[in-house]
């Protein structure tokens, strides 16, 4: 499924097209369809159209925009310094670079030219191609009413679409309301395509007529609003000489001719509100249907259907029907995999299963291997004359200056989605204007928003946008870039993981460029939605020797990452901390990050043989630079990884040195858990009251405001406290102080990421509440239990206790 729009910006033109449309200007007439457009696909009706029009966005030599544009970059000059040159306003020049104004009187060429001291051949061919835009604005009429173009057969998926549309025609409206529904997505989405599907389905609904208009939205000549209206009231049987002259007569004309007749327009490719506006229709039985890359957000009374990229079994699919007999051989893992790398894009899979269909000796796998290739992959999408880059290029030239440079930028940011504070980085601008650019963005479809007011790219406009960069701006410009945004994304990272610091908490003199972040509960939301990024900094940092920026950032997370104890990253983080502290030569830092890498080995990747080998390597380091906090920490993580192992008399000693080290210091915070660890190899020792003790020892440590402990660490530590209590208890025979105990732990652990240990506390207290005879409590406990443990990833716990939760009775 393609879009028509979409298909027809990658139109190559065609030298006896071109030399057709050269005849017909020299005759002073508009050149006819020798056929009609009603029988061909919707793709070749469209190149048919653009080739009416007097060509595609890709033509034999440079046009006057994009020509302009190269001399004032040779000439290395911002828009506003021609401007101040030449004494043409930056308005016109912007329009002239963006061929909105494609035929400029000769004066203001001349001023330009002057302005950018431009002779002999170049001078020439910058005023004979304004000199021709003029004549083409004189001679060019695009026409675009035609008969509904036929449906393409192997169209798929978008049920749900089609059936939104049925309901918005045929459903009943308030008496007076029109009936418009406007069809948005990005470039190659399947909007022109869509809406002719619709379009057919529905003709038997409107006996007087279905017509189809293109607007030439995306084009440098959008169909003027008095010629669109003279169009339609001429294909409803009105004379040229009724036709009344001004728009407003036209409109109202319009509206009154459709109030009676059972008419469908499809206004196809639309440029903006002021374009479509006049052309809706009023209160009666017309229907409207209208497609653009735009959101027209300022159109009232409308429904909306935003189409985005198929699913992936719509993609298989779809991709499958193109290529038709030869997808048996394909295998459907390989058309799959290539539809996964065409993003769910239409327009890609329409070009993807041409160059398949067309080329017999290719497999699906040699050409998913190319596209997997990233540097190479927005050039493996094209086919013949169609080409996905061009159809992105159609809305990138819509978009003011500032906002190209947002867009092309934007390329470098690490992860799959941004917000503006970032984009402002990017752009080198405030971040009032990355608003401005991003809704720009937004509203072209080059980018998608989301309610939470972060943005992303689709995988191909990423690829476009990094095209863009790498053509429009020097490699000295794009590495600075990379830096400051690489810089940027470390420094807040940092500045947000010392709020969880006993040492830092609230920075006292933060970046003057950074975000605010106000509260550690701002901090922590700013490293869970931005980790991509900023661990894409990070990687970037260590690859280009910042050592000590990566240092810094990895120790910061430190505390925070106990927050987020199952955070995937936390691997990596603390192997390039380790990296970056080796190379620096500074081994108390080394033995430190070694301490944190036997701690994600210990509490997420349960493997304790490596926890034992990380901790052994952190002590020999801290023993020899005589850091005693490390010395004590490598204890400790020794007491876990043996504990694991199951040689509990060493667990203990080592739990036991570990704390007496705390202690010693009057580190309060590490004491608490250097007890916690000693309770839990009483308690797998089977030494019950033993262990108790030392739980109710760090319960007060967490309960009392003078023990010395950090409040905010305190309040962290005090459920998994509870829940080690409770535990205990219940191994003890005391099921109701267990109950109660695992209860208010449970509900205190719903603020903090820990849902693998509140997954263990609430199964251990759906098994007591069992054992009391309270099932409907236990199966409730059961289930939320099942739930958590499914999204850590723990199957073998998610189904014993999804068993036990639909077992009971």
């Not at 599907?197 to 409107?206: G, I, Q, V």
């Not at 990229?309 to 390989?334: H, K, N, Q």
């Not at 700013?526 to 920026?549: F, I, M, P």
């Not at 202690?663 to 009483?682: P, V």
């Amino acid at each position: 499924m393609t879009d028509g729009d979409d298909l027809g910006t990658a139109v190559q033109g065609r030298e006896a097209d071109a030399a057709r449309r050269k005849r017909a200007r020299v005759r002073g007439r508009t050149p006819r369809v020798p056929w009609p457009l009603s029988r061909l696909h919707p793709f070749e009706a469209d190149q048919m159209s653009i080739l009416l029009r007097g060509g595609g966005p890709i033509a034999e030599r440079p046009n006057f925009a994009e020509l302009l544009r190269r001399h004032r970059r040779a000439a290395r000059l911002t828009l506003e310094e021609l401007a101040e040159a030449s004494g043409v306003s930056v308005r016109t020049l912007s329009d002239l670079e963006r061929g909105r104004s494609k035929g400029p009187q000769h004066r203001t060429v001349i001023a330009v030219t002057d302005a950018l001291a431009l002779e002999n051949d170049a001078r020439k061919q910058l005023v004979e191609l304004a000199r021709d835009g003029r004549l083409r604005d004189h001679w060019t009429r695009p026409t675009g009413l035609r008969e509904l173009p036929r449906s393409v057969d192997d169209f798929t998926g978008r049920a749900a679409e089609l059936a939104w549309i049925g309901d918005l025609v045929h459903a009943k409206h308030a008496p007076g309301a029109p009936v418009v529904g406007i069809i948005t997505g990005s470039a190659g989405s399947g909007k022109t395509t869509f809406a002719v599907r619709s379009a057919h389905a529905l003709r038997p609904s409107f006996p007087d007529g279905v017509f189809f208009l293109d607007l030439f939205g995306m084009s440098q000549q959008p169909l003027a609003i008095d010629d669109a209206l003279g169009l339609v009231i001429g294909a409803l049987g009105v004379a040229d000489q009724q036709i009344p002259a001004d728009t407003q007569g036209r409109s109202s004309l319009y509206r009154s001719l459709l109030r009676d007749r059972r008419v469908l327009v499809v206004l196809d490719n639309a440029a903006s509100e002021e374009q479509v506006r006049p052309l809706l229709p009023g209160e009666g039985a017309g229907r409207a249907l209208v497609t653009s890359r735009r959101l027209l957000a300022g159109l009232e009374g409308v429904r909306r259907l935003v189409l985005g990229p198929l699913p992936l079994s719509e993609a298989t699919e779809l991709l499958t029907g193109i290529v038709g007999e030869r997808s048996a051989s394909d295998g459907e893992p390989a058309l799959a995999r290539l539809a996964q790398l065409c993003g769910g894009l239409p327009l890609a899979l329409r070009i993807i299963g041409n160059r398949l269909a067309s080329r017999p000796g290719w497999s699906a796998v040699e050409l998913a291997a190319r596209l997997s290739d990233e540097e190479r992959r927005l050039d493996q999408f094209k086919a013949g004359d169609l080409k996905i880059a061009n159809a992105f290029g159609m809305s990138y030239e819509q978009l003011a200056t500032s906002a190209r440079r947002v867009f092309r930028r934007l390329a470098v940011v690490p992860g799959r989605n941004f917000d503006a504070a970032l984009a402002a980085v990017v752009g080198g601008t405030s971040t009032e204007d990355a608003w401005n650019a991003l809704d720009e963005l937004v509203d072209l479809g080059l980018l998608q928003d989301s309610t939470s007011g972060r943005y992303r790219f689709h995988d191909l406009v990423r690829l476009f946008a990094r095209e863009r960069l790498q053509e429009e701006e020097s490699s000295v410009e794009r590495d600075a870039l990379t830096g400051r945004v690489t810089s940027w994304l470390l420094r807040m990272a940092t500045t947000a993981g010392r709020w969880f610091e006993p040492a830092y908490g609230r920075p006292d003199r933060p970046d003057a460029d950074l975000a605010v972040l106000s509260s550690p509960e701002q901090a922590e939301v700013w490293l869970r939605v931005n980790v991509d990024n900023w661990l894409g900094a990070t990687r970037l940092a260590a690859s280009s020797g910042q050592h000590a920026a990566v240092l810094d950032c990895a120790e910061s997370m430190h505390w925070f990452s106990d927050r987020w104890i199952h955070g995937p990253h936390w691997h990596e983080v603390f192997t390039l901390g380790t990296q970056a502290a080796a190379a620096l030569g500074d081994p108390a830092q080394h033995a430190t990050q070694l301490n944190y890498l036997a701690w994600v080995h210990g509490i997420q990747l349960d493997s304790p043989e490596t926890m034992l080998r990380y901790a052994d390597e952190a002590l020999d380091l801290a023993t020899r630079s005589g850091t005693t906090v490390q010395i004590a920490w490598s204890h400790h993580y020794t007491a876990i990884a043996l504990r694991k192992l199951g040689r509990l008399g060493e667990a203990a000693a080592s739990a036991s040195q570990a704390a007496g080290t705390f202690k010693s210091i009057g580190d309060t915070n590490s004491y608490h858990s250097c007890i916690s660890n000693l309770g839990h190899c009483l308690r797998d020792d089977g030494r019950y009251d033993e262990a108790l003790e030392r739980y109710r020892e760090v319960l007060a440590l967490v309960s009392d405001d003078e023990s010395g402990m950090t409040p905010s660490i305190a309040a962290h530590l005090r459920p998994y406290t509870l829940a080690y209590l409770g535990r205990c208890l219940g191994l003890l025979g005391r099921r109701a102080e267990a109950i109660t105990t695992l209860t208010e732990a449970t509900a205190l652990m719903e603020q903090f990421d820990s849902n693998y240990l509140q997954a263990g506390a609430l199964e251990t207290l759906a098994t007591l509440l069992a054992e009391e005879g309270r099932t409907a409590e236990s199966r409730r406990a059961y289930t939320r239990a099942a739930e958590m443990f499914e999204a850590i990833g723990d199957a073998e716990a998610h189904s014993r206790c999804h068993g036990l939760a639909t077992a009971a009775p």
